[in-house]
């Protein structure tokens, strides 16, 4: 643990790749960081204890990145594989992770509901087009 500070040291203060600066904060553009944010409770790389959700391949992935879990697409039953995985982890990173998932399903009902409205109008549209050509 004592690396991992020295690690956020030198990644917040010198450089850091994923970091992006703009006048309301820094934010990180690192595609396992769970909130981000730029901050040392959020960063995989200062972290040796990090897991986060990857919304393609709905998996767990911990800080050992060949370590992952699949999510079932149930909602429930991903929180309850989140918290057997995540038991002894610290707790923002499992009400983060937890966060993570429900915006990600969120964002799936949405895409859903859009797909089912678009394909309505869309053979609406079609149709009235017919009528006038």
């Known amino acids: 643990m004592q690396h991992d500070e020295v690690i956020w040291q030198t990644l917040r203060h010198n450089h850091c790749s994923f970091m992006t600066k703009i006048a309301t904060g820094s934010f990180c553009r690192n595609p396992y960081n769970v909130t981000g944010i730029c901050n040392r409770s959020s960063c995989p790389l200062a972290n040796s204890r990090y897991a986060t959700i990857r919304d393609h391949d709905g998996l767990i992935c911990t800080n050992k990145w060949w370590e992952r879990v699949k999510l079932p697409r149930n909602y429930e039953k991903a929180l309850e594989i989140i918290d057997k995985?995540?038991?002894?982890?610290?707790?923002?990173?499992?009400?983060?992770?937890?966060?993570?998932?429900?915006?990600?399903?969120?964002?799936?009902?949405?895409?859903?509901?859009?797909?089912?409205?678009?394909?309505?109008?869309?053979?609406?549209?079609?149709?009235?087009r017919k009528e006038r050509g």
């Open 85 to 128: 995985h995540l038991m002894h982890w610290p707790k923002f990173l499992v009400h983060k992770t937890k966060q993570r998932l429900t915006k990600m399903t969120q964002y799936r009902i949405r895409m859903r509901k859009l797909e089912l409205k678009g394909q309505n109008n869309d053979n609406a549209y079609k149709s009235k």
